[in-house]
């Protein structure tokens, strides 16, 4: 595919379609946009406006994403205290 220097990664990388990232992990594409939201893969836009991401970065989320990070972002509960006081 393609070599850019990758932030994440902090030297060159191969870096993928998503189109090609869909086949390798097998997931959706908006599963791949969700991974680039939350910053789970590292990628690039290029000048076209396509987004590539880093082969690299893929090795972790895909496969076991229990095991590392995700945990930050996961659904928010909110705090339960209001409502459960109840006048006496
Ligand atoms: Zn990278």
Redesign the pocket.
Known sequence: MARFF??????E?NFLPIYTVTKIAGVSRSTIYYWLEHGW??WLQLPSGRRVI????LTRPAAAPSDLTPEASSPKKPPKAAHSAKNL
């Not at 880093?54 to 970065?57: D, K, L």
Request: contains cysteine; proline residues 0%.
């Open positions: 990758c932030e994440g990664c902090q030297k990388s893969v590292h880093c082969e690299a970065s």
